[in-house]
């Protein structure tokens, strides 16, 4: 293992010297910004459907967004259900909302083909909807799961009898089950945003999606410590301190993205 792991970070750092990859962190940072407001509003709709609001979903984030900025988003994202007239709205969001999943295709193609997958923009655009809608939905089960889970165990432990004993597992299970649902939801799209030619199979990606979910939390707890306790950026960016300090979070996760796709090629070619 130690063989293989050395071989890996070999194969990384010889193709990160692709020129290609100096500033793809920045473009997935910035589409990531363009598609998380049009993807909270598809989470909306589909928990206004079920009756729930985003609020339930925002109190299980671990996002270092300053007050401000939170207050902007709730009012920007109150839900009404779906109707004929806001059809257009959600086909927007949905275009919108895939940028992210878009750019991510075009880097992960171009890594596992070893650069000679550039890929058409059309059938791109059409893969980078899809794996979005299936991404939202993921997300809304991850909520579904956490806010009826408790309902569900207390209802079969009613009928048998064992109330207080899956009460007590539920306590301890409910965080490691949503923790496990990020991890699929990352590795859905880890699988099916590659073109078929460059897929490998849905075990393949899960180095990097553990990678990837992993190194995006101490990311976030890391920058957040970091921001709150040793820089004073205010004091460089004046009024657009918040904003600095989100786009800059964006940039590290995005790097955290685009090195999950690089353990799983290299996890591959050292197979």
Not at 129 to 134: D, E, K, Y
Not at 160 to 188: E, Q
């Amino acid at each position: 293992m130690k063989t293989r792991i050395s071989e890996m970070l070999k194969l990384a750092f010889k193709q990160f010297q692709d020129p290609y990859y100096q500033g793809v962190a920045a473009q997935v940072a910035f589409f990531f910004m363009l598609s998380i407001v049009p993807t909270l509003i598809l989470l909306s709709q589909l928990l206004g459907m079920l009756h729930l609001s985003l609020d339930t979903f925002m109190e299980y984030l671990d996002i270092d967004i300053t007050p401000e900025i939170i207050t902007r988003l709730q009012k920007m994202l109150k839900f009404e259900s779906i109707a004929s007239t806001n059809i257009v709205l959600l086909l927007a969001a949905i275009w919108a909302a895939s940028r992210l999943q878009f750019t991510l295709l075009r880097v992960a193609n171009y890594t596992l083909s070893d650069g000679k997958d550039a890929g058409t923009f059309f059938n791109d655009r059409i893969r980078s909807i899809l794996t979005m809608i299936l991404t939202v939905v993921a997300m809304v089960l991850v909520v579904l799961l956490l806010v009826y889970g408790q309902l569900v165990i207390r209802f079969l432990a009613d009928k048998l009898l064992i109330r207080k004993a899956l009460d007590t597992a539920w306590t301890y299970l409910r965080w490691p089950v949503a923790g496990g649902l990020y991890l699929l939801v990352i590795s859905l799209n880890y699988y099916a945003l590659p073109r078929k030619s460059n897929r490998g199979t849905f075990g393949e990606v899960l180095p990097g999606s553990i990678f990837c979910a992993i190194g995006m939390l101490l990311v976030t707890m890391i920058y957040s410590y970091y921001t709150e306790r040793v820089v004073t950026s205010n004091v460089i960016y004046g009024s657009m301190a918040s904003f600095a300090a989100l786009m800059f979070w964006f940039y590290f996760i995005s790097w955290v993205m685009i090195l999950g796709v690089f353990v799983n090629k290299v996890w591959a070619d050292t197979k």
